[in-house]
């Protein structure tokens, strides 16, 4: 959602996944184990650093960590946005085990925790890696073209 020309407002589904990230030095294999759980995120992009915005392929099965063989390709990708240094998002996150063990129908955030919060990066995932690969770039053009405008803006 669009908040004004500079600004977007990501509301993410949810329950977000648990993501794991191998990383393999010296023939050892450790994990790097996300959970982004973000109700909503409001990005000024002129407040994002376009050189951190990244793509990693992840897992997210619960099963990942006992049948990955290097070389496997996680099922999901990840976009994280960084923001410039010394800025942080304004975040409303959830308890990601609270929002798991409610049932269907509807629920207030007090049930699941809701609470404002700052992050300095963020990811989300996508099950399709051309989607993600989309949004990265259109968000890349769009941070590019926001600051452009801030400087031109400029007295």
């Given at each position: ?45 002129t407040e994002v650093d376009e050189t951190l ?69 963020f990811g989300l995932t996508f099950a399709d ?7 990265e770039m259109a968000l890349k053009n769009a ?13």
């Open positions: 959602m669009v908040i004004d020309k500079n600004t977007i407002l990501i509301q993410p589904k949810m329950p977000a996944p648990v993501c794991a990230l191998p990383k393999t030095e010296n023939g050892k294999t450790t994990w790097q184990v996300y959970s982004f759980p973000l109700a909503s995120i409001t990005v000024p992009l915005i990244s793509e990693d392929r992840v897992f997210t099965g619960d099963d990942a960590q006992k049948s990955y063989k290097p070389g496997d390709v996680g099922n999901t990708t990840m976009i994280v946005i960084a923001g410039n240094e010394g800025k942080q998002f304004h975040t409303l996150i959830y308890d990601r085990d609270k929002l798991m063990q409610l049932g269907p129908g509807p629920h207030s955030s007090k049930e699941y925790d809701q609470a404002p919060d700052d992050t300095m990066a890696q051309a989607s993600a690969h989309a949004f941070v590019l073209e926001a600051k452009a405008q801030a400087r031109n803006e400029r007295p």
